[in-house]
């Protein structure tokens, strides 16, 4: 079984959970509360300025060129594709400018997570821990893809995320990740579901800070 399979089924609790959590059922049917959607927004745009940092910080780190070459695209997408989306929100929806925007608990903590792994841990580490951000986002777009409601002030959400073109990031994603299992020790496996697993609850905790108004 590849790796991310058996990673997929350590997190099969957590991302069941996710699927039933208010922010995601309300976001699939457009109910919503525009103030938890705007905190959604503001610190996914701070979260998405250091991912696509830590991104290319581990394209730096990677021996294969191509393999460097695709998480340096991974992280200009995150910088610029997406934050195409946020910049369209923040007009629609008045938010206040990026550079305003205070970094809350949750969200500081899930970068400095990122940022720490891609530094000081293996890069097959890395891999895993920045995986459950593209991939978990995919499943929840096309879940709610398949239970759309007509109208959704949220629908650029989710055609985003349920996208051939974010798919194929997630393709390529996960490709690195099983490369990487099988090519590195038992230890090092353990480490990536680990690492796996941890980044999978702070997509969980991401989400609920916002329907709960987390903030220091």
């Not at 959590?21 to 309300?26: H, K, R, T, V």
């Not at 593209?134 to 879940?143: A, C, D, R």
């Amino acid at each position: 079984m590849k790796w991310t399979n058996q990673a997929w089924e350590k997190i099969q609790p957590i991302y069941d959970s996710i699927l039933q959590m208010p922010f995601i059922q309300e976001l699939q049917n457009g109910t919503l509360a525009l103030d938890k959607f705007q905190f959604y927004m503001q610190q996914d745009s701070k979260y998405l300025e250091h991912y696509g940092r830590a991104l290319a910080a581990l394209g730096a780190k990677a021996k294969d060129n191509q393999m460097a070459l695709d998480f340096f695209e991974f992280g200009k997408n995150a910088l610029i594709v997406e934050s195409a989306l946020h910049a369209s929100y923040f007009e629609e929806f008045g938010l206040q400018p990026h550079a305003e925007i205070p970094m809350e608990p949750v969200c500081h903590h899930y970068v400095h997570y990122l940022k720490s792994t891609v530094a000081y841990d293996p890069i097959e580490v890395a891999v895993a821990a920045i995986l459950p951000c593209f991939w978990i986002y995919q499943e929840v777009g096309n879940y709610i893809l398949q239970k759309e409601t007509a109208n959704n002030p949220y629908q650029k959400w989710i055609d985003t995320y349920s996208s051939e073109e974010f798919a194929e990031g997630v393709r390529k994603a996960q490709y690195y990740a099983d490369l990487m299992a099988d090519n590195t020790t038992e230890a090092l496996r353990k480490q990536m579901f680990e690492a796996f697993v941890k980044a999978s609850q702070l997509e969980f905790q991401f989400w609920n800070a916002a329907y709960t108004n987390r903030i220091w």
